[in-house]
């Protein structure tokens, strides 16, 4: 593992660890020379984390779409930043980047960002391994609705194993880092194509 894109908030949200634990993973990438890949902002937890990884001399790589560039919300001070035309060619550059997945408190974006790469691995389109760095059991209510979704039959429990959870940086990087990805079920054989 690489490279790991960080999907997060562009806000600060209300504990002052949220912005900690970003700062600290920043750092732990640059120490360790993986590259961190993210949406671009100095705002909010997404700048806790660029500035953690710059403060470190560590790679930093920020995506953003043309619009938010207009909104000036852009770190000037990166590696290298990527504009891309919307939102979606901007995820798919992420994960083009990337060669594994990790979630921080955040909201709807962040939400979306992390369940579309999620998806995509269980339909097979790739086998990173999907961390979410459970800060303070921000993600606890989230990650029971999964298990409800598991319960009720729309999750599979394999897929629902692809999320690794940690509260600790450097626990959920050494799950990442050992990560094995389960082969995908075929779910059309041969005789109904």
Sequence with gaps: MNSIVVFCGSSEGDD????DDAFQLGR????RHITLVYGGARIGVMGAVAKGALTYKGKVIGVIPEFLMKKEVYHPNLTQLIITKDMHERKMRMHELSSGILMLPGGYGTLEEFFEMLTWAQLGLHNYPIGVLNTNG????????????????????FNYEMVLVDDNIDN?????KNYSPKPVPKWITKEQT
Excluded at 28 to 31: F, H, M, S, V
């Design 16 to 19: 002052a660890k949220y912005m």
């Design 28 to 31: 732990i990438l640059a120490e």
């Design 138 to 157: 921000f993600y606890d209510t989230l990650l029971q609705m999964l298990e409800h979704m598991v319960h009720q039959g729309f999750v599979k429990p």
């Design 172 to 176: 959920l990087l050494h799950k990442m």
